[in-house]
């Protein structure tokens, strides 16, 4: 059982992370041979132990295939669609947005879809069927260092495509049945009683996070209060508010059924009290809409509760394993989650450091070691999947885990059932839970505006972890056990890890994926420049938290030591609010002054914020920066007010050029042409056809043209005929659509010593399906004359 079970987990494992394809189906019958002469020859032990390796890779390959094949076909992206179909998740609005999840009839596939509404959003109900015009795309994503696989979030969701509703009459409602999505159509109906009793309360979005999941209603300030001090996991109902309420209802009616001689005659208490505490976690998981942390919890506590209703003795890690392979038969892409690892994690650790101890006692014992253990256990994947590790975490979960798990939660579920029963009651409940709650928020904000209230780190390599654990199990052990102090030194490669910068002359270019916008980085040896920032979709996300924020905090930089905000466009200025506030920012060079003045007025108060008028000059470590444009007569043109940076080592030389169009261009070529040539060039305007006129190709003549645009962007850019320009001086064009972030390395000398395309040098199987087969057609065909200069 258990070598089987961590075979079939195994061989999930080497799937999901080593392919970047899905094998031939020719690959998988080769298994058939295999186990056949396997079985003649190998003893049985190791005979289960393949075939269970053997059934885990069929079963993954088999899911895999079949959800990558019923992806929308190429050919019906952007296209208007007739779909009649069935909403089957909580529809998120905020404002004239709505999102959420379709299943389609016809096809059964499921799709993302945003509803966009210029007046009153239409009621939208979970569970209710729709006749929509729709258009969709493939999943695709932005691919960034350290950033978040959108696309691997989608795959793991089982979402086949995303899209948005066409404004149209033809869409109406067919049907509103509740018993199509019971669930959650009683989770989105206590969703909306909850915001009516708790929308006046500033921590009502926390509430209603922790009563039925949707993190919704949370604001930034508050997710930042979260992770500082390492308590994100008691806002999504996780493993632990199961257990924790699991465990509180077999305690109150143990102690209840106790108090009731003639109940114990009729049936034992324990036993009643633990049917009582799996229809709990059954009730609650259900609010959580039975999320991967719930399932594990579930799965965990009706074993144990099954074990003593039948009176019989399982061991933990027979009910861990048990769990695990349950999970990986149910939902075998569960691995591709962070959840998975951190809550499976957790619990081996607190079996593995709470047990084999002499008789432990006290409260240290029964509380505060547990904290002690799961915060040096998690310490490696925390920074492995989160760069950075609350420090003030101990603190924090030794006060708010009681806290919250046996005084606020309990009552705000009380109140969950009461306010469909009797509403003011339960208004009354949730009101005081509400109180309860604020009660511990000052602490939480005090703890995390600490100086030293969370460390931030370099992303370590996976590679890393095998040591980290060795210094985890080490360090763990009981204590007196000889060697335990090695465990520092285990643990210090991942600790003492720094990532790599420029030496001096040297100068790295990253343009990041940020979809249909702009964002650039420029390092040298001490030094670092932000060029945009990319745009903002909502007050909530921009790509400058989602993307350059983690890209810079993956390379350990924390500092920027100037700004350029090139021009005013969204796309380029949307991400500056959150870069500003999340990273440390010397100084601000812009040709919009005013309008940046005006968008971050507490920065303006205490640094500068100045225009990038050509002729400035300066010098970071053995590189020179000039501003080639706008003069000051040219600071109203919009796009082509864009700042002009030339970088330069005195042997490669970068020209980073925003928005500029055809007006902007024949100036540089009339002013500045014996500066213009480069080696790498941003192309102007995201190759649209105002830029890119054929005479600034030509001065310029670039050897690299990096194309920063969004998957099936609705400009439809970069234009056919402006690639065709850069293919005629045989530059090397790269896409950030087809190749993710891309990153050119010279060193002082002038020599390219790294190109990187991070979409092709990090593909993996669901990745495969949204790349654009014109645009790898295109790097194919341009990488081979510049072979030797990537070489």
Not at 135 to 157: A, I, M, Q, S, V
Not at 324 to 342: C, K, N, Q
Not at 447 to 465: C, D, E, G, K, N
Request: aromatic content about 12%.
């Amino acid at each position: 059982m258990r070598t089987g079970t961590l075979a079939f987990f195994a061989s999930i494992i080497v799937f999901c992370v080593i392919l970047s394809r899905i094998p031939h189906p020719i690959f998988i019958l080769g298994f058939i041979p295999i186990t056949i002469i396997c079985y003649k020859f190998l003893p049985v032990k190791y005979f289960i132990i393949l075939l269970a390796f053997l059934l885990g890779l069929s079963w993954v390959w088999m899911l895999a295939y079949w959800q990558l094949a019923n992806m929308l076909p190429h050919s019906l992206e952007k296209k208007t669609l007739s779909i009649s179909g069935e909403i089957i998740s909580l529809p998120a609005i905020n404002n004239h947005r709505a999102q959420f999840e379709f299943f389609i009839s016809s096809s059964s596939k499921i799709i993302r879809l945003s509803w966009y509404a210029r007046e009153k959003m239409p009621t939208l109900k979970v569970g209710d069927r729709w006749q929509l015009q729709v258009r969709l795309k493939r999943p695709h994503g932005t691919l960034n260092p350290g950033g978040f696989d959108y696309e691997r979030w989608l795959f793991y969701k089982k979402i086949q495509a995303t899209g948005y509703v066409v404004a149209s009459n033809q869409n109406h409602l067919i049907n509103s049945l509740w018993y199509h999505q019971p669930i959650n159509r009683l989770r989105q109906i206590l969703r909306q009683h909850l915001r009516i009793v708790l929308q006046q309360y500033s921590l009502g979005g926390v509430i209603i996070a922790m009563i039925i999941g949707d993190r919704s209603g949370i604001s930034n300030n508050q997710w930042q209060v979260f992770r500082h001090v390492g308590l994100s996991h008691l806002i999504a109902i996780s493993g632990l508010h199961i257990g924790l309420i699991a465990g509180f209802s077999f305690m109150l009616i143990n102690i209840l059924w106790c108090c009731l001689p003639r109940l114990c005659l009729l049936f034992p208490a324990t036993q009643a009290a633990a049917i009582a505490a799996m229809l709990t976690a059954v009730f609650y998981s259900a609010l959580a809409g039975f999320s991967l942390p719930t399932q594990r919890a579930l799965i965990m506590i009706t074993m144990a509760m099954l074990s003593i209703l039948w009176r019989r003795s399982l061991s933990w890690d027979r009910v861990l394993l048990i769990t695990l392979l349950i999970i990986l038969i149910l939902d075998p892409f569960a691995v591709l989650t962070v959840s998975f690892w951190l809550s499976f994690t957790a619990v081996i650790i607190i079996l593995y450091g709470m047990n084999g101890r002499l008789k432990p006692t006290g409260w240290w014992w029964r509380w505060g070691r547990v904290q002690w253990v799961v915060s040096v256990g998690l310490l490696p994947l925390t920074l492995l999947f989160f760069q950075q590790y609350a420090l003030v975490s101990f603190c924090a979960n030794m006060l708010a885990i009681p806290w919250i798990g046996f005084v606020v939660l309990p009552l705000c579920l009380l109140a969950t059932i009461t306010v469909l029963i009797a509403p003011t009651i339960g208004a009354m409940l949730l009101t005081w839970g509400h109180a309860l709650f604020n009660l511990l928020w000052p602490l939480l904000v005090w703890l995390s505006q600490q100086r030293l209230a969370y460390w931030q780190h370099t992303s370590a390599h996976v590679w890393f972890i095998i040591p980290a654990i060795v210094g985890v199990i080490l360090l763990l052990v009981p204590r007196g056990f000889p060697g335990r102090w090695l465990g520092g030194l285990w643990l210090s490669p991942m600790l003492l890890l720094s990532a790599a910068s420029p030496a001096y002359g040297e100068m790295w270019l990253s343009l990041l994926d940020v979809g249909q916008g702009l964002a650039t980085v420029v390092r040298t040896a001490h030094h670092t420049l932000v060029f945009d920032t990319g745009t903002r979709y909502n007050a909530n996300f921009d790509l400058g938290k989602a993307v350059v924020v983690p890209f810079l905090r993956q390379q350990n930089v924390n500092h920027i030591n100037r700004l350029v905000i090139s021009h005013g466009d969204l796309d380029h200025i949307g991400g500056m609010h959150s870069i500003l506030q999340l990273l440390t920012v010397d100084s601000i060079d812009t040709s919009v002054v005013a309008k940046v003045k005006r968008l971050a007025p507490v920065f303006y108060a205490k640094k500068t914020i100045k225009l990038c008028q050509k002729g400035e000059h300066w010098s970071w470590d053995g590189v020179s920066f000039t501003y080639l444009y706008p003069p000051p007569t040219r600071l109203h043109l919009a796009n082509n007010s864009s700042c002009v940076l030339r970088i330069s080592n005195g042997a490669a030389t970068v020209l980073l050029t925003g928005d500029i169009e055809a007006q902007a261009e024949r100036y540089l070529v009339r002013e500045q042409a014996s500066v213009l040539p480069a080696t790498v060039l941003v192309v102007p305007h995201h190759g649209s056809a105002t830029s890119s006129t054929l005479v600034f190709v030509h001065a310029v003549h670039p050897q690299y043209a990096l194309v920063a645009t969004g998957y099936l962007n609705r400009y439809r850019l970069p234009k056919r005929k402006v690639i065709e320009r850069y293919r005629r001086v045989n530059a090397m064009i790269l896409n950030t659509v087809t190749s993710g972030a891309i990153s050119l390395h010279f060193d002082k000398h002038g020599k390219l010593i790294l190109l990187q395309r991070y979409r092709q040098q990090h593909q993996h199987f669901w990745h495969v399906y949204s790349v654009i087969a014109s645009g790898a057609k295109q790097s194919r065909s341009s990488t081979g004359s510049h072979a030797q200069a990537v070489g």
